[in-house]
């Protein structure tokens, strides 16, 4: 990698913010850092704070929402940046936009800039599509003609030519970001930000955003910084990725190994317990006590403790039981699979198979292999039934939510989805006969 090569560079970026009111609070505070800042010296509340862990409540009223952050980007690249929600993404979006500034590092660019963090963001809602074309145009650098020499291309891109002379407070969500999208993209910018702001849009925008982002990195050689939760999207359009976690960088590599990265990350939920607040019967002579998902998918790598899962991976359910009654027999259990309508999709059952499963005198763990999870993407809800000696002990509805992601299913590139597809993938041949 040359010199020249590289448009884009982040060099130790850190961000802190004070959690509760604006400014430090006290005067003390104000006074420590002004005496500092006069000296020369670093801001001394820098020095202190915890990590972003939303889940925990933490001791400091200082946190940092991005911590020690490097990384480079190529001119024609399109870095894909995935983590939880919370991880920093925004932050170091809005950083790189230049609308906050970072509590320590520095951020070096070349060229111009165009960002798309939030819907609406630089519309003003009294003034028509058309005007807020020129105006952000402007934002962003543009002269008057450049902006009048691609407006039929941008009112065509973004589909909104009978509004585009109604004021932008009119607009849906959906329109917004449909306006925004083409007005950034059309005024090639060297350097294109986007935010998760397009999973606003309808399956057919969304699919002519990533088309034309494709175009601008591998056709117009600019640079994309594309922030998704869609994984299919971030493979199909990103060439390098980085996974942020707390506010730290975790990863900074090859697209593939990163979502595989990423999605061995711990969920909030992925170890909540069994939710017992859900609807529950049975003679309670043993009970479910907990679970825990993992599986393995292409590189054959374990992750587990998960609560998402990729279509066709290799899945495996523990189920930990509690034996009230401390005999030792034989037991059956099923797991009904529903999607978000309640409607039962499918099942696993040692019922059919005729796996023995017995219960151990105290506690046991059950394992369900599922080597062909074929869900397509989209959430579900797992039921449990437990039965000894045809007497149901426990069964819990709903007891936990599993999110399925899209994959290469079928091996060919094309992701298959829920929408008309219905909730489970078969693999078939066709041929003419």
């Given amino acids: 990698m040359t ?55 933490g001791t400091s009223e200082y946190v940092w929402a991005l911590k020690h952050i490097n990384f480079e980007v190529k001119r024609g690249e399109v870095l894909g940046i995935i983590g939880k929600n919370g991880a920093g993404k925004s932050t170091l979006l809005k950083i790189l936009s230049k609308v906050t500034a970072p509590s ?34 402007a934002i962003l650098g543009m002269t008057k003609k450049e902006i ?17 002379d109604t004021p932008v407070k009119r607009y849906s969500s959906g329109m917004k970001v449909r306006l925004a999208f083409a007005v950034a993209a059309f005024l090639e910018p060297d350097i294109l930000i986007v935010d998760e702001v397009l999973a606003v849009g309808d399956a057919e925008f969304q699919k002519k955003a990533i088309g034309k982002m494709q175009d601008i990195s591998s056709q117009g050689g600019r640079t994309v ?12 359009l990103c060439s390098k990725l980085i996974v942020l976690e707390n506010g730290r960088l975790i990863y900074n590599g090859k697209v593939k190994d990163g979502i595989i990265n990423y999605l061995s990350i ?47 991976a290799l899945v495996y359910l523990d189920l930990v039981l509690v034996n009230k009654t401390k005999l030792e027999r034989d037991i059956s259990i099923t797991i009904i699979v ?29 394992r369900f292999e599922i080597d062909d999870f074929n869900l397509t993407s989209g959430e579900y809800f797992f039921t449990v039934v437990g039965f000894d000696n045809q007497n149901k002990f426990d069964e819990i509805e709903n007891c936990f939510k599993v ?10 590139g094309k992701y298959p989805k829920q929408k008309r597809l219905g909730n489970v993938l078969s693999k078939s041949k066709q041929y003419n006969i």
């Fill in 148 to 164: 009048t020499s691609k407006l039929h291309e941008i009112i065509e891109f973004s589909g909104c030519e009978r509004y585009i």
């Fill in 266 to 312: 711990k969920s909030d939920v992925s170890k909540t317990r069994l939710l017992y607040h859900k609807k529950r019967s049975g003679s309670r002579t043993a009970l479910f006590s907990d679970y825990n998902f993992s599986y393995k998918y292409e590189n054959n790598l374990l992750i587990e403790g998960v609560n998402q899962i990729p279509s066709g």
């Fill in 338 to 366: 529903q999607n978000v309508s309640g409607v039962p999709i499918t099942s696993y059952s040692n019922i059919f198979t005729l796996n023995n499963l017995y219960l151990k005198k105290d506690k046991c763990k059950v």
């Fill in 403 to 412: 999110d399925v992601l899209e994959s290469n299913y079928f091996g060919t």
């Fill in 225 to 236: 910084l594309f922030v998704s939760h869609d994984m299919a999207a971030i493979q199909s």
């Fill in 3 to 57: 010199k020249d090569d590289i448009i884009l560079k982040v060099e130790n970026v850190s961000k802190q913010y004070r959690l509760g009111l604006v400014g430090t609070g006290t005067i003390s505070h104000d006074l420590n850092r002004f005496f500092a800042k006069i000296r020369g010296k670093e801001d001394p509340y820098l020095k202190i704070g915890e990590s972003n862990d939303r889940s925990t409540k």
């Fill in 104 to 137: 320590t590092g520095a951020i070096k660019s070349k060229g111009r800039i165009a960002s798309l963090l939030e819907v609406g963001t630089g519309f003003h809602p009294e003034m028509t599509g058309k005007e807020n074309i020129f105006l952000n145009g």
